[in-house]
């Protein structure tokens, strides 16, 4: 009988662990070898305007196959209008299915900056004011002195994604739906503040989840309906919506995991539990829709759009060590080998089994976005893209013949 009971508590051990670490026991199996032949660069809006730009950086975009990426899509935008899309490889590898413009990732963190644009529109319309406290539209929830402003930049000092008694263990890796955005909360809005609010900086997507619900109080509408009336709905961004589970999306890309020329699909997860911080799903041409709209002053003003990218400072004075402003970074950058600076307002984002990034120039009214279904380490997009960015502003006319 004792061997009997061993067994099955021996048993039980096993299978509460696989379930708490899932995601380390299922990485292991199911890779497959990815193809090392090059994938055709398809170009899907061409401006003619910008020829040589494009020709230029078409090469780049091929050599992004070195990343071992299924697929790749990429958009251009200039003075609201879209001068160059152009994807590369595939949106379902075992499938055969070619990734095209309308081909939808998952954007990561790039969803802060998204949620930027409607925390501008907020704000344009007097419905909040960055230095109100969360309580004022939050008074059942702690956290008394956080303000719009530290949720935005990163300054409150809530908690990042961290590890549970839950399946799996991982917050990051979660598997379970949340239907709204107060049950979201529920996971780290009754743990303690990792410093006082505005002394300090500390990534965290969590930000997010608060500010959201804040918006929704000030909009008096659910997060998805501020989203999709204000911001998707509003500038044509048709293939942008929120990331979940169960979603069943035709042209949604399959994400994956790839190592060294092996490939697999990414863990499955549901991301209800961060839309605002890292789970909405769009494409670059979307995201260059609302860069656009941004730089151009069709959605906020010039002042809203200075409001929401300008770095913020911390209670020493200091800009925080990011220079995060409220959902963007905001660095300056050496184009031409080191003649000329150039301002550029950017973030990027990682989601399960995909990688995303997109930048604004205000001073050329350039936007780019890039999107990848593979997760990579570091974050090596930045410096593939730059170059590509460089030969734009390279070929505006004001610039031509330099």
């Known amino acids: 009988m004792k061997k009997y009971i061993l067994c099955l508590v021996i048993a039980l051990v096993g ?22 032949k090059e994938n ?15 020709d230029a950086s078409k090469t780049i975009v091929q050599e992004l196959n070195g990343l071992s990426t299924p697929s790749v899509s990429l958009a251009v935008g200039f003075e609201n209008n879209i001068v160059w899309s152009t994807t590369s490889g595939y949106a379902d590898v075992d499938n055969k299915v070619k990734a095209t413009s309308e081909t939808v990732y998952r954007i990561g963190s790039v969803s802060k900056a998204v949620t930027s644009a409607a925390l501008g529109k907020a704000l344009e319309n007097d419905l909040i004011d960055l230095d109100d406290k969360v309580i004022q539209y939050l008074p059942d929830y702690p956290f008394e002195q956080v303000t719009i402003r530290q949720l935005a930049s990163h300054t409150s000092g ?4 961290g590890v549970c008694f839950c399946f799996p263990v991982w917050e990051y890796y979660s598997n379970d739906h949340y239907s709204n955005v107060s049950e979201s909360l529920e996971l780290f809005i009754n743990d303690p503040l990792l410093f006082e609010p505005g002394t300090d900086f500390s990534y965290s997507s969590y930000n997010f989840n608060l500010l959201s619900a804040v918006l929704e109080k000030a909009y008096d ?11 998707f709905e509003s500038l044509d961004m048709r293939h942008s919506s929120f990331d979940f589970k169960e979603i069943n999306l035709e042209k949604l890309a399959t994400f ?29 041409s979307d995201l260059v829709r609302l860069g656009n709209a941004l730089l151009s002053g069709s959605i906020i003003s010039g002042d809203q759009f200075k409001e929401i990218t300008t770095p913020q400072k ?13 959902g963007w970074r905001n660095d300056e950058f050496e184009f031409f080998n080191g003649e000329q600076k150039v301002r550029i307002i ?23 976005a890039i999107a990848i279904n593979r997760s990579v380490e570091g ?7 730059l170059p590509i960015l460089e030969n734009f502003v390279d070929d505006l006319p004001r610039h031509r013949g330099r």
């Open 379 to 385: 974050f090596p997009l930045f410096k593939i893209v």
């Open 314 to 326: 911390l209670t020493s004075g200091e800009i925080n060590e990011q220079n995060y402003a409220l």
């Open 256 to 284: 994956y995991q790839v190592e060294v020329r092996e490939y697999k699909e990414a863990y499955e997860v549901d991301n209800s539990n961060k839309w605002a911080g890292g789970g909405i799903i769009s494409t670059p």
């Open 15 to 36: 299978l509460l662990s696989y379930f708490l670490f899932e995601p380390i026991f299922v990485y292991n199996f199911g890779w497959d070898r990815l193809s090392n």
């Open 40 to 54: 055709e660069v398809i170009t899907h809006h061409y401006d003619t305007a910008f020829s040589a730009a494009i």
């Open 346 to 368: 950017h973030h990027g984002g990682k989601a399960m089994g995909s990688t995303a990034l997109l930048l604004l120039m205000p001073d050329y009214q350039l936007t780019l």
């Open 158 to 161: 809530i908690r990042n994604y």
């Open 221 to 231: 509408l659910t997060f998805y309906e501020i989203m999709k009336n204000e911001i």
